[in-house]
């Protein structure tokens, strides 16, 4: 069990750029999420994933985030035309379906500048 | 519509005292789950504790206890014996049972330091 994994930890990027982030869950977890934290902020629900399935999407998630977990396993982030409020930790988490207490477990984030 | 409330934007302790944080919720779900994480500076978010809304005792984990009051939507996290590597954010949350159970509903954070 090596953890939740993201790369990068940190980006920074111009504004109007794309850029993309990638989450490895642990392997057995079938349940992905995507959360954004702003300073000072907690964190807040983008988007969910049940195996390759994309089940719910924020209305944070605007029309330039997309999301992707093409076989289950890995997941993609990607801003387009990125804005200077897009400036957040991204946080990844994955989760084990099953009875009982669904535990998600967090990757260290990737922290996004727009400049 | 979910929310939590954490008052605390930031708290002292003494290493060795124990310390509570504050967390009130709403939420209109007849059942319902809240958590605490601890977040580090290294931007990992951790689990701490659970509570279930139908649980009848008070959830622990070694020195974190969650002081559940049902009535008083509250659900205050208690650090007992605190250590010096305890220092960090800590999240109250809450997931609920309607739609959109699978989303973590966050308050703002307490920053916690402890003072040796």
């Known amino acids: 069990d090596t953890g939740v994994s993201q790369d990068p930890r940190h980006k920074i990027t111009k504004r109007g750029q794309n850029v993309t982030f990638r989450c490895d869950p642990i392997?057995?977890?079938?349940?992905l999420y995507w959360y954004r934290q702003t300073l000072g902020q907690g964190p807040e629900f983008l988007t969910y994933?049940?195996?390759?399935?994309?089940?719910?999407k924020s209305r944070l998630l605007s029309d330039r985030f997309s999301a992707e977990r093409p076989k289950g396993s890995f997941s993609t982030l990607e801003i387009q035309r990125t804005e200077q409020g897009d400036s957040a930790m991204y946080l990844c988490?994955?989760?084990?379906?099953?009875?009982?207490?669904?535990?998600?477990?967090f990757g260290s984030g990737t922290q996004l500048s727009v400049l | 519509a979910q929310k939590i409330t954490q008052t605390q934007p930031g708290m002292f302790v003494q290493e060795k005292e124990a310390v509570t944080l504050d967390c009130t919720y709403d939420?209109?779900?007849?059942?319902?789950?809240l958590f605490w994480y601890k977040q580090p500076s290294s931007g990992e978010m951790i689990f701490l504790i659970y509570?279930?809304?139908?649980?009848?005792q008070n959830a622990t984990e070694g020195r974190y206890s969650l002081n559940f009051q049902k009535a008083r939507k509250s659900a205050n996290l208690v650090i007992s014996a605190s250590q010096l590597g305890d220092s960090a954010m800590y999240f109250c949350a809450m997931r609920g049972s309607g739609a959109g159970s699978y989303q973590l509903t966050f308050g703002k954070g307490t920053k916690l330091s402890v003072i040796p």
């Open positions: 994933f049940q195996n390759e399935a994309q089940l719910e």
């Open positions: 509570q279930g809304s139908y649980d009848q």
């Open positions: 988490a994955s989760s084990r379906q099953g009875p009982g207490l669904e535990k998600l477990f």
């Open positions: 939420t209109s779900d007849p059942s319902y789950g």
């Open positions: 392997s057995e977890h079938n349940r």
